[in-house]
């Protein structure tokens, strides 16, 4: 019998023990029944890395230093409405 270990309170599930598989991202996961009653939505399966460039670089920004990803975060994001007729 496979291990079954839950993704929410990371507890075994025993033999016998009610779960809910999950698929996403490419990987399986489970529930324990009391953890999928409390909350059926499957939530943080997949850490996402976020790039930017910087300096003439392209890099990920959890690799940026405190002052870089805090400027970073202050930054504003516009659209352009005007067409361009180059």
């Known amino acids: ?7 929410d309170c990371k ?4 033999k016998g023990g009610k779960f809910m ?16 009653t409390a909350d059926p939505i499957l939530r943080n399966f997949q850490e996402a890395e976020v790039y930017s460039r910087i300096v003439g670089y392209i890099r990920p ?19 352009s409405t005007m067409a361009c007729d180059c």
Request: aromatic share 10%.
């Open 61 to 79: 920004i959890k690799q940026w230093n405190k002052a870089k990803r805090q400027e970073f975060q202050d930054r504003l994001t516009f659209a």
């Open 1 to 7: 019998m496979q291990k079954h270990i839950c993704h």
């Open 21 to 36: 598989p999950y698929e996403a991202a490419g990987a399986s996961f489970v529930k324990c029944e009391s953890c999928h």
């Open 11 to 14: 507890t075994e599930i025993g």
